[in-house]
């Protein structure tokens, strides 16, 4: 696989129709670049500091390097996931001549930026709930330490391999292989604790599906999409290739940058999630007081949060039957029990989140405010929510089940509840955004020749044509936005590639059978590979610096 990509970039210049992809980078440049990457970490600092002065927690300066630590890493995956995804944005318009390759990526860059600051933050909580339900709860703990560092270095080093290669991996599937293999692991070696040691398989099968149906969508909607233009839209230049170094029509021109900008968008707004939900694990488990819960929530939101949990509550006690009414202990025991499991609609479950329920409501009726928890109570009712959440979900998740359970009304304000819960749990700071933008913009800038080669000139067997960018990059655009509707992780890589395959089977141009065999290889092999190296790592880790995974 690797002589097959190892070829010099530059070699694509080498015809006189190809690019130019030997610019050399302005001194200029070279400051803003570290000028920018050094205001970002300054930023995380002084927010971090900011945060935790705020809520009077102290972090010693072990905690503080080692939280650093952990920042830099996360970081780093979404630095290697710029220049490795984002790369298949800017093929297109660099080899049609749309924008010269340095314009493009700085543009690039500045659009992912943008997708990451804008984004909803719904897709780094999927990512995050695919994690063992114990970990997620304790994640301040010995085990809760080892998985973030397997996860995320297992993570990096798929990434940085198959970018070394030129191979245009997912970064999406080496990320949740990788807490997979850190759910998979954890699970063998606490084998006697239930499923909340494990990986939620109900939930990884929905990311499954999302990572295994978008490529192919990707292949089908290209392909599809240019026959059509071609019997719709009458324009021959559309269809034709770049002339030597010169650009396209304007028209042409236009819709290439357009196309190109959505797909960086849109890579941002998806991909810049998942580091997100990784650094609230990181801050979580550092930091707990400040980042546990949502702080941010205004003080008016709190008596409709009360209302709506008594509500749900009595929703619940409605369907008990004679469950008896048990203390708090008892009921968070019940519903860990019922997680294990998977099995929630039950009189006993009903009974144990109605007691759990209007536990919580009564604490944060006598704060007033989730800012006036104090640091003592905040890990104490950040798991009970959480709890709390996780099993409603469960309960509400089959609508035909549900339905036949609870009458609408009911089911308005469970739904109701459990919307406050997560708002109450799962929210990323602004400054988190921010510096995840700066990250995966940056990394856009650095390294990306050796996948664009591959995306340019090893997919089909001729050149690429105007046409064949544009509905590659259409078709890829769509779908990254309709999974950040649906808040599902997909791979830009595998679609873009796809629809780059796709356009070229619809334009008769034909397929080079070898790359076409190790991007496959790549799709296939990332999770088991990513599943391996993060499971490694996390065993390795319990093992050499004899932590327990008791938590």
């Not at 550092?286 to 749900?312: G, K, S």
């Amino acid at each position: 696989m690797a002589t097959t990509f190892l070829a010099s970039p530059e070699s694509a210049t080498d015809a006189s129709h190809g690019p130019r992809l030997d610019h050399k980078l302005h001194p200029a440049g070279r400051w803003i670049f570290f000028g920018v990457l050094f205001a970002g970490i300054a930023y995380a600092a002084y927010s971090i500091f900011t945060d935790t002065a705020n809520v009077g927690e102290g972090l010693a300066l072990g905690t503080f390097a080692f939280l650093g630590l952990a920042l830099l890493i996360a970081l780093g995956f979404e630095f290697v996931n710029g220049f490795h995804d984002t790369a298949n944005a800017v093929a297109t318009v660099i080899y049609t001549h749309s924008l010269p390759a340095p314009v493009a990526v700085v543009w690039s860059g500045c659009c992912n930026l943008l997708g990451v600051l804008l984004s909803s933050g719904a897709v780094a909580y999927t990512i995050v709930t695919l994690l063992p339900v114990d970990l997620i709860l304790h994640v301040g703990s010995n085990a809760g330490f080892a998985m973030i560092f397997a996860l995320l270095f297992a993570a990096v080093l798929w990434n940085l391999g198959t970018w070394y290669v030129g191979l245009p991996n997912s970064s999406s599937h080496a990320l949740i292989g990788s807490v997979l293999g850190v759910g998979f692991a954890n699970q063998l070696i606490a084998a006697n604790t239930g499923g909340t040691s494990g990986v939620d398989w109900s939930q990884a099968l929905n990311v499954f599906k999302g990572l295994f149906f978008s490529p192919l969508m990707g292949f089908a909607g290209a392909l599809a999409l240019l026959w059509l233009m071609k019997r719709v839209i009458r324009n021959p230049k559309l269809y034709a290739e770049p002339e030597g170094q010169t650009p396209p029509p304007p028209g042409i021109r236009a819709l290439l940058i357009g196309t190109c900008t959505a797909v960086s968008f849109f890579h941002g707004s998806n991909d810049g999630q998942k580091g997100m939900g990784l650094i609230m694990l990181i801050l979580i488990g550092c930091a707990p007081t400040a980042y546990a819960l949502n702080r941010t929530m205004p003080e008016r939101d709190m008596p409709a949060f009360v209302q709506t949990a008594n509500q749900a509550a009595g929703a619940f006690r409605a369907h008990a039957g004679d469950a008896p009414d048990g203390t708090v202990d008892a009921a968070r025991t019940t519903l860990t029990k019922a997680l294990r499991v998977r099995e929630v609609l039950s009189p006993q479950v009903f009974g144990a989140i109605d007691t759990l329920s209007r536990d919580v409501s009564q604490r944060i009726e006598g704060y007033g405010t989730l800012q006036k928890v104090p640091a003592a109570a905040t890990p104490n009712l950040r798991n009970d929510m959480y709890l709390a959440l996780d099993t409603i979900k469960l309960a509400v998740k089959d609508k035909d089940k549900a339905s036949k359970t609870f009458a609408p009304a009911e089911l308005k304000s469970i739904n109701s509840y459990a919307t406050n819960l997560e708002h109450g749990t799962r929210y990323i700071p602004y400054w988190v955004k921010i510096i995840v933008a700066i990250a995966l913009g940056l990394g856009t800038m650095i390294g990306w020749k050796r996948i664009v080669v591959t995306v340019g000139e090893r997919i089909g067997k001729t050149h690429l044509t105007y046409g064949m960018g544009a509905a590659a990059e259409i078709v890829a655009a769509a779908t990254i936005a309709g999974a950040d509707f649906i808040a599902v992780p997909v791979s830009t890589t595998h679609i873009l590639t796809s629809g780059v395959a796709g356009a070229s089977v619809a334009n008769g141009a034909g397929l080079q059978i070898t790359t076409l065999r190790n991007m496959a290889l790549a799709w296939v092999l990332t999770l088991p590979a990513a599943m391996a190296l993060s499971g490694g790592l996390y065993w390795l880790m319990l093992t050499l610096f004899g932590l327990s995974h008791h938590v």
